[in-house]
């Protein structure tokens, strides 16, 4: 504990060092004049990013060697995240289509043992973006890209992560697919993509992690259609199929063939704006004599932004993944499949019971928020979170009495300050319902934390 705080406030040191960089000019993917000649453009650009969280009971009350057994016996967490990578992008014009291509590697670190039960001291080195694009071929709307990348599709909510970043789970901006072929098309109103994915061993949730490690030799092929009804509302929907070698990953039952049906909308009417998106999963779950899977997950989502002084906001959420009911043949658990977090509560669903305690499968999650900017472009917003459980007698820690799972209280302040410096900090109490007091105890949760964004 005392390594974890000494390492933790050499990153607060740290930290501050960027925070009072912030003053020195400096400008985002700065462009190599000296291989014009071989390049159209090339440029290097790149980021750090460091987060630095004191947690007080983040499991109520139960102390982190029951988590983890390998960690530290105490209730209290105090530790910091390294992430950094930098990118080399170069264009060309071949003709036939414009041809570009990224490399970027990556460092990640854990310093001292997190909250998550997951990482005591552990670092990774590892390449985020390794490809090629092939765009407007032969003088065509589409677009074709091979390699390592990023597949983001839509709000994230199915596709947006693909891959186990290996350390620094709080930073989690390591999410590049180890090898992918994504054909995208561009024909004004209408939008499509069409791609293959190579997960490999692929870490769905920190659930994975303890019991039997990441599904095995995973790939994923989809195709996503949007359309822009209007310059204020749009729908889309997509087709996902996920495949695994093996349904039985360290005697771990683990879906085999899953395919999931994606459909979403997003409407603005003024300063009223909705969203919703909805997903329903078939095929064989390897679970309990390979049971066929019926899974659900939807959000709905309804945010008014008042056109006044500060910008003030208030939002409504619900989102909701199915769990499976005991009763049915079927397997009703709905699997996260490739979701990334794309903002606050989207799709991390609470900076402790998301972040740590309930993975994106057997839970319903009600969010009320509201926010204002008491200065360009700072923006502060307070959230709060009911956790729910959709199957109590399947929860991912075993049977309870209740559905009743927590209560979360966030607050978080975002600053970008300037071009090249973020600062986001967020303090948090949650309060355990009668399903968590079950599983873990009665405390109540605190948590403080800053994150530092440095890109250039």
Not at 97 to 107: D, H, K, N, R
Not at 280 to 285: A, K, Q, Y
Not at 307 to 328: E, H, K, L
Request: with cysteine.
């Amino acid at each position: 504990m005392k390594r974890s705080l000494l390492r933790g406030l050499s990153t607060l040191l740290l930290a501050a060092t960027f925070f009072i960089s912030a003053s020195t000019p400096l400008y985002a993917d700065v462009e190599i004049q000296e291989l014009s000649k071989v390049f159209d453009k090339f440029t290097v650009g790149g980021e750090v990013n460091i987060f630095y969280r004191y947690d007080s009971n983040p499991w109520f009350g139960t102390d982190m060697s029951n988590i983890n057994p390998g960690f530290d016996s105490d209730t209290d967490s105090s530790y910091g995240e390294t992430f950094s990578r930098v990118r080399f992008t170069a264009t060309k014009d071949i003709g036939w289509a414009g041809l570009s291509g990224q490399f970027a590697p990556y460092f990640a670190e854990t310093i001292g043992q997190d909250f998550y039960g997951v990482y005591d001291n552990d670092e990774k080195i590892g390449i985020d973006q390794a490809w090629l694009k092939f765009s407007k071929i032969a003088g065509t709307n589409l677009d074709l890209t091979l390699g390592r990348q990023d597949i983001k599709l839509e709000k994230w909510f199915v596709v947006g992560d693909g891959e186990d970043q290996g350390a620094a789970n709080w930073l989690y901006f390591h999410s590049s697919f180890p090898f992918a072929v994504r054909l995208d098309g561009d024909f004004g109103a209408v939008k499509g993509s069409l791609f293959y994915a190579d997960a490999g061993d692929y870490v769905k949730d920190w659930t994975d992690l303890f019991a039997g490690g990441p599904e095995e030799g995973v790939t994923l092929t989809g195709l996503n259609l949007h359309w822009d009804i209007s310059e204020k509302m749009f729908i889309y929907s997509g087709v996902f199929n996920k495949n695994e070698d093996s349904a039985t990953n360290g005697g771990v039952g683990n879906e085999d063939d899953t395919t999931a049906f994606d459909i979403g909308v997003d409407i603005t009417f003024a300063g009223l704006q909705l969203e919703g998106e909805y997903v329903h999963e078939i095929g064989d779950t390897g679970i309990s004599g390979n049971a066929d899977r019926d899974a659900d997950a939807f959000f709905a989502s309804a945010t008014y932004r008042f056109d006044t002084a500060m910008a003030p906001y208030v939002r409504g959420m619900y989102v909701s993944f199915s769990g499976d009911d005991p009763t049915t043949t079927d397997n009703e658990e709905y699997d996260p499949m490739f979701f990334d977090f794309q903002s606050w509560n989207h799709w991390i669903i609470g900076e402790l019971v998301g972040e740590a305690q309930l993975p994106n499968q057997n839970k319903n999650d009600f969010i009320l928020e509201a926010g204002f900017s008491p200065m360009e472009p700072m923006t502060i917003s307070l959230m709060y979170i009911k956790h729910t459980l959709e199957e109590k007698n399947t929860s991912v820690y075993g049977p309870v009495s209740s559905d009743d799972w927590a209560n979360e209280w966030n607050l978080f302040v975002d600053w970008p300050i300037g071009d090249h410096l973020f600062a986001s900090t967020c303090l948090g109490v949650v309060s355990p319902d009668d399903a968590a007091k079950e599983v873990f105890g009665n405390d109540d949760a605190f948590f403080a934390q800053l994150f530092l964004n440095f890109s250039f």
